[in-house]
């Protein structure tokens, strides 16, 4: 497993996370389209598996926490 870098907060985690450990960004979402899982598709424009146009899914990714004052 190799480290991989939260890329909502920037924190760095083990690699095993679902999620962030640090603001809760998932890092394995699904394709709307085809429910083809895979590890955080906001990097991705468009799904690998059918071409699924991910920019919208990306529009409605979770807000992520705000942090406290
Ligand atoms: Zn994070
Ligand atoms: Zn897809």
């Known amino acids: 497993m190799s480290a991989f870098k939260c890329p909502n907060c920037g924190k760095t985690t083990g690699g095993n996370e679902k999620f962030c450990i640090d603001c809760g960004q998932p ?17 991705y424009k468009f799904c690998p598996a059918c071409g699924h146009n991910m920019k919208k899914a990306n529009a409605t990714k979770p807000q992520p926490e705000q942090k406290k004052a």
């Open 27 to 43: 890092f394995n979402i699904s394709c709307p389209e085809c429910g083809e899982g895979w590890r955080f598709m906001y990097e």
